[in-house]
């Protein structure tokens, strides 16, 4: 696949100023992006998943910073871009994203058809009459009844559902390779989550999209996604193909996190939680990140960070615990009932 890479990222850092205090938000984090494929990225809140793909456009807090790295994406190193100019060039033509709460993303002084134009004039550099009826095109191609009449309307006069479809066309409006998706259905409720999924893959074979899915809803990760990139403490503790993560997953906090899956309980049982936080960025993080709230880490765990271990051609965990001197240690019996539940949510895998 070496030769379909659409993005590389190397060793990749990124620290934040705050309050006179440095926090480590990425440490370290390698991924490779393939043409054409969708990934989902999923961990807790605050484990660098947004801040992550935020690099990737340039879209970073002021005091926040790449301190180490590469983001390599058409021969260009866009961890060395400083300049909004040159971000310009990247964001909403190259790379684009879908934020969670389409409330804030759209301006509610100005109509729907307005914002996406606007879009189109200055990437694509179409004007007038050509400019609104390609914004037309799209409001049709993203789901949008009478669009038309649309085009003219404000956000408030947009339900939930259409309001995230809007701000799917204007993200899509400049045809980006690749489309990074934040939260994209968590402010929507399920019927319209299951909507604007199908709509994303439809639009995806369209308009021929690399799609980076950020989410901490499995549920949605095991219908969308071909491989899955776990972080947690601001790294990529293990990725894979999604059958290789829901299946064969290595990490103790990838256990951890599928058996959280409210689908995985049984009656009469408590539903199963990560006991005890995350760590504090503010400090430097000694081997395994996960091992205080792994009760079966093993001493090392605590002592020396691991590096990726090969499980697959395409499946790759940071543990100890695939290191050939390890003890073995069988994953909870959760994770034992979840290829049964597995079959449910995906028949055909």
């Known amino acids: 696949m070496e030769n379909d890479n659409i993005l590389s990222v190397k060793n990749l850092e990124v620290k934040f100023n705050l309050r006179g205090q440095v926090l480590t938000a990425i440490r370290g984090i390698s991924l490779d992006l393939y043409k054409g494929e969708s990934l989902a990225i999923v961990g807790e809140s605050g484990s660098g998943?947004?801040?992550?793909?935020?690099?990737?456009?340039?879209?970073?807090?002021?005091?926040?910073?790449?301190?180490?790295?590469?983001?390599?994406?058409?021969?260009?190193?866009?961890?060395?871009?400083?300049?909004?100019?040159?971000?310009?060039?990247?964001?909403?033509?190259?790379?684009?994203?879908?934020?969670?709460?389409?409330?804030?993303?759209?301006?509610?002084?100005?109509?729907?058809?307005?914002?996406?134009?606007?879009?189109?004039?200055?990437?694509?550099?179409?004007k007038g009459k050509a400019a609104r009826k390609r914004t037309i095109e799209i409001l049709n191609d993203v789901g949008i009844p009478l669009p038309e009449m649309r085009y003219k309307q404000y956000p408030h006069e947009f339900s939930g559902g259409m309001r995230q479809r809007a701000v799917i066309a204007t993200a899509i409006a400049c045809r980006p390779n690749i489309l990074i998706c934040d939260e994209p259905t968590t402010a929507l409720d399920v019927t319209i989550q299951a909507q604007i999924i199908e709509?994303?893959?439809?639009?995806?074979?369209?308009?021929?999209?690399?799609?980076?899915?950020?989410?901490?809803?499995?549920?949605?990760?095991?219908?969308?996604?071909e491989r899955i990139a776990v972080m947690y403490a601001g790294d990529i503790i293990e990725i894979g193909t999604c059958n290789e993560i829901f299946y064969h997953a290595q990490h103790p906090y990838t256990w951890a996190l599928l058996s959280s899956l409210p689908q995985l309980g049984v009656k009469g049982e408590l539903l199963y939680s990560i006991k005890g936080t995350p760590p504090n960025l503010f400090k430097e993080i000694k081997g395994d990140a996960f091992a205080p709230r792994n009760p079966k880490a093993l001493n090392i765990d605590f002592l020396i960070r691991p590096p990726y271990f090969q499980v697959s051609p395409t499946h790759f965990a940071k543990t100890w615990l695939l290191d050939p001197r390890a003890p073995r240690i069988d994953p909870p019996g959760t994770i034992k009932r979840l290829q049964d539940k597995w079959k449910e949510i995906k028949p055909n895998a």
């Open 199 to 225: 709509l994303l893959r439809g639009l995806q074979k369209k308009y021929d999209l690399t799609i980076v899915y950020i989410t901490h809803d499995l549920g949605v990760v095991a219908k969308v996604a």
């Open 49 to 126: 998943k947004s801040v992550f793909t935020k690099t990737f456009m340039g879209m970073l807090d002021q005091n926040g910073s790449v301190t180490a790295g590469e983001i390599l994406y058409k021969g260009m190193d866009l961890a060395k871009f400083k300049s909004e100019k040159e971000w310009l060039r990247i964001r909403g033509k190259e790379i684009a994203m879908v934020f969670q709460d389409p409330m804030t993303s759209l301006n509610p002084l100005k109509p729907v058809g307005k914002q996406i134009q606007e879009a189109l004039e200055m990437h694509q550099r179409l």
